[in-house]
């Protein structure tokens, strides 16, 4: 009967309302009823996607509509190049090593944003280059990306501009059309507030041709199957119905607070934990944080995974650790989907317990406090 806690960076809370369609009696796929739901969702995730392009549905975690983009858009043979800035850049790297290609990589100490010179630079060098693979909001180190300039950049070249944004859609300022970006993918276990199990690919004209000139081999994630059955309401393969439904529902949530009203209220919670870590003598990770995730240095000689394993198993409270060579070193608290102000409460909270039971000098209720100012200096706008 412990009460859970979550509030790590996906999956994240998913709201009683989303659950109970998820809970409803499953229709069929083949159906009318189906097709309108489904086409219900396609035109509100244009509007959270700021796109006019179609946004297809695939049936996997986002890893794979990171890899339907590599498989649809690489030719054999050709150049890409991967923005890295920590495991999920790694990732792109991954996939097209995976696929037999050599990316160029641009590497940035993790904690660090793309380094927008060196991308100019290695775009003048490699005019051949095909794609180029980047992430918004960087899950694993708490960075943000500016995927604005980096368009500016991408958007003057033949290259198409491919960007994961699985963590930061929804919570992160992203506009796809206005900035240019030309391929968008995302999934539905963090802004979305919902189950894992659904990804998105959204891509313009521009990668759509590119598609026509893919020659890797596909099958079921030949993404023109897809397309050409969304003007029916359709998928090619039998949808995850019940999550389809459920994200009718939180895409209602979504759009009835307002996406530019959204950002700001993790905006607002980005800067009030950011704070509150600080008040607490803990240092960020991140020289370019993000406002969906926080990434927190652990104190020196303080396993940051002791922590997260003690709040968990005493309190409930579920935050991340570090991945790859950041285990043991960081912790990371999200704010992104279905949380609000008392999430971070919650959760400075059991970190400040957390550190001074494992005997880091503490001062318990410092973090709280600047929360709790916060909260009530800016009168409302971080519930909402
Ligand atoms: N990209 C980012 C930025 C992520 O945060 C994640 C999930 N943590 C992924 C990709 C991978 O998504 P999934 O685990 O849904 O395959």
Redesign the pocket.
């Known amino acids: 009967m412990k009460k859970k806690y979550l509030l790590t960076?996906?999956p994240t809370p998913v709201p009683a309302e989303v659950l109970a369609k998820e809970g409803m009696p499953i229709i069929h796929h083949r159906t009318t009823e189906f097709s309108n739901i489904f086409l219900k969702v396609e035109e509100n995730l244009k509007k959270v996607f700021f796109t006019n392009n179609n946004v297809l549905l695939l049936s996997?975690?986002?890893?794979?509509a990171?890899e339907s983009a590599v498989i649809n858009l690489m030719r054999k043979n050709s150049k890409a190049i991967v923005l890295e800035t920590g495991v999920?850049g790694s990732?792109w790297g991954k996939i097209l090593q995976g696929m037999g290609f050599s990316p160029i990589i641009l590497k940035e100490e993790y904690g660090n944003a793309v380094s927008l010179e060196k991308l100019e630079e290695s775009l003048k060098e490699n005019p051949d280059v095909l794609a180029v693979f980047g992430?918004?909001?960087?899950?694993?180190t708490g960075t943000v990306n500016n995927i604005k300039e980096i368009a500016k950049l991408v958007t003057k070249t033949d290259a198409v501009l491919v960007i994961?944004?699985?963590?930061?859609l929804v919570g992160e300022e992203f506009y796809q059309d206005k900035w240019g970006v030309d391929v968008v993918v995302s999934?539905s276990?963090?802004g979305f507030m919902l189950p894992?199990g659904v990804?998105f690919i959204s891509m313009n004209e521009k990668a759509w041709k590119m598609v026509e000139k893919s020659d890797l081999p596909k099958f079921y994630f030949d993404l023109k199957k897809y397309k050409s059955k969304i003007t029916e309401g359709q998928t090619p393969f039998t949808p995850p119905v019940s999550l389809i439904v459920a994200l009718d529902e939180s895409l209602n949530l979504i759009l009835k607070d307002g996406l530019e009203n959204l950002f700001h209220k993790y905006k607002k919670m980005g800067s009030i934990i950011r704070e509150s870590v600080k008040g607490l003598g803990l240092e960020l990770f991140s020289k370019n944080p993000s406002n969906v995730v926080t990434a927190v240095k652990s104190p020196d000689g303080i396993d940051s995974g002791k922590i997260v394993k003690l709040l968990r198993e005493k309190y409930g409270v579920s935050i991340a650790g570090g991945q790859m060579d950041m285990k043991g070193k960081i912790f990371r608290i999200a704010h992104m989907g279905y949380m609000d102000k008392f999430d971070l409460i919650i959760g400075i909270s059991a970190i400040e317990m957390g550190l001074k039971e494992i005997g880091y000098n503490i001062e318990l209720g410092k973090g709280v406090k600047i929360v709790e100012e916060n909260i009530l200096s800016c009168n409302g706008c971080c519930s909402d």
């Open positions: 960076p996906g996997s975690s986002g890893t794979g990171m999920f990732r992430t918004l909001t960087e899950t694993s994961d944004a699985v963590s930061g999934g276990q963090k894992p990804s």
